[in-house]
């Protein structure tokens, strides 16, 4: 079996090997110490991993996007993981910030890529501020946000319970895209705003405060029960409305979005969530925009079933993602001069 990489991958200590290069890198992050509710998101890239040992390269079809992500013109890699300290929160966000930052400014392999991708397996959902901090300084601007999650994830970290208020307090899974929103990592454009989907949280207070922050912060909401009037292509075109194709977006998949009953190892539950089927829809639908870095957090594996239902349903999604990554180049590649440039990819490789 080897090494218990993604996919089976090609594995690489990329961040102690700086002549390692590569298209898309799957990255995992062991860290849960900024949970507010229950802990061992530190395990999920090895159970992620574990889960995605059916996926092979020579058994990689997808048959929606009519390509094997893994046999193109992409090399990818599995990075293994971001050393993390499990004890000093602030030190933990700076080791994960110049990871990001020196893994995306790499030069990738392909012409098709001005910078490689990083899809990264979580750990909680705080590893996102890190990731748009790199981004920020790899393109040099801000990105937009589609966020699938439960949770809003722009609470105003005053609104957490806390008698002690701290800097490092503030940095929690359920604050991060607000502090991003602050530190200007976020497109602050009304005409263009970043995105929630799935949405069933309850709300601080006696009123609709924490929306107004969210709105505030330029976000559009697409709530759980949605689907149920709109359907998946409805969410679908909720979306693309929203995020032109070209523009670049920061996709974060909080595996939580999904119901319990399909996704219970996590550690915020919310009863009535998307089936992991809609989700896979809804991804699919997606395919063209233009993702620059991605995650899929907070998979806690001692809280699934013995089947590994949450963590199946996290690998799938990568697989979904990596997909719909390679399609796009595929699609570009098309444009620019199509099948001789495919060949001379391919002999590369």
Not at 60 to 84: E, H, L, S, T
Not at 151 to 160: E, G, S, V
């Amino acid at each position: 079996m080897g090494i218990g990489s993604f996919a089976h991958l090609e594995h690489s200590k990329c961040l102690t090997t700086p002549t390692e290069l590569f298209d898309i890198a799957i990255v995992g992050v062991p860290f849960d110490t900024a949970v507010s509710y229950r802990p061992g998101a530190r395990f999920g890239p090895r159970a992620i991993r574990q889960a995605s040992s059916r996926q092979t390269s020579f058994r990689g079809f997808n048959p929606r996007a009519n390509i094997n992500p893994y046999q193109n013109w992409a090399k990818i890699i599995d990075c293994g993981d971001i050393p993390v300290i499990p004890v000093d929160n602030a030190v933990a966000l700076r080791q994960m910030t110049e990871a990001f930052t020196e893994l995306g400014s790499r030069a990738p392999l392909s012409p098709l890529l001005q910078k490689p991708r990083l899809i990264t397996l979580g750990g909680d959902h705080s590893l996102a501020l890190p990731a748009l901090r790199a981004l920020k300084t790899i393109y040099g601007k801000p990105l937009r946000v589609l966020h699938f999650d439960a949770h809003l994830d722009t609470w105003h970290p005053a609104k957490y319970p806390n008698s002690w208020p701290s800097d490092q307090a503030h940095f929690n899974h359920g604050s991060m895209f607000w502090l991003a929103g602050n530190e200007g990592l976020l497109v602050n454009d009304t005409s263009r705003p970043s995105v929630h989907a799935g949405l069933r949280t309850r709300l601080s207070g006696t009123s609709w405060g924490d929306f107004d922050d969210d709105t505030a912060q330029n976000w559009l909401r697409v709530v759980a029960d949605d689907i149920d009037d709109l359907g998946t292509a409805g969410v679908v075109k909720t979306i693309l409305d929203a995020i032109p194709a070209d523009d670049p977006v920061y996709l974060s998949v909080d595996i939580d979005v999904l119901d319990p009953a399909f996704a219970p190892g996590t550690g915020t539950p919310e009863p009535g969530g998307w089936t992991t089927r809609e989700l896979i829809r809804i991804l699919r639908g997606i395919e063209g925009l233009n993702v620059v870095g991605a995650d899929v957090v907070e998979v806690s594996p001692a809280y699934q079933g013995r089947g590994e239902e949450t963590a199946l349903a996290a690998a799938q999604v990568v697989y979904e993602i990596l997909s719909s990554v390679v399609k796009r180049g595929m699609l570009e590649m098309g444009k620019e001069g199509g099948a001789e440039l495919g060949q001379e990819v391919k002999d590369e490789l």
